[in-house]
């Protein structure tokens, strides 16, 4: 079955850095488009970035300049680099894949990113 499983969340003071991961067990990865969303309380989720099959990226404008995707078809494994964090990144961060020819998403459980001093 298809598994997406996030960590590197945590607790980071502002300006601070982390690196988000997410596994994805199965035979999706490599054919799949990845992304990363994000849901801060009592708002709705939110796309941050993205990652095609062949590496094109697309980000949030709140994310531009700060965060890279990037993922490593040979460990079915995407990433997100978070940098120059401030209070405003605090969300639950998800994985995202949806493989090409389906209207089919695949989610992980998330994983808390909190940025505060």
């Known amino acids: 079955q298809v598994q997406l499983v996030e960590s590197g969340g945590g607790l980071v003071q502002p300006g601070g850095s982390l690196r988000l991961s997410c596994i994805v067990s199965?035979?999706?990865?490599?054919?799949?488009?990845m992304g990363w969303y994000r849901q801060a309380p009592g708002k709705q989720r939110e796309l941050v970035a993205r990652i095609s099959r062949g590496g094109n990226t697309v980000y949030a404008d709140s994310v531009k300049g700060r965060f890279t995707i990037s993922r490593d078809n040979a460990k079915n494994t995407v990433y997100l680099q978070m940098n120059s964090l401030n209070p405003e990144d605090t969300a639950v961060y998800y994985c995202?894949?949806?493989?090409?020819?389906?209207?089919?998403?695949?989610w992980g459980q998330g994983t808390q990113v909190t940025v505060s001093a």
């Open positions: 995202n894949a949806q493989p090409p020819m389906t209207s089919t998403n695949y």
């Open positions: 199965g035979s999706i990865f490599s054919r799949a488009t």
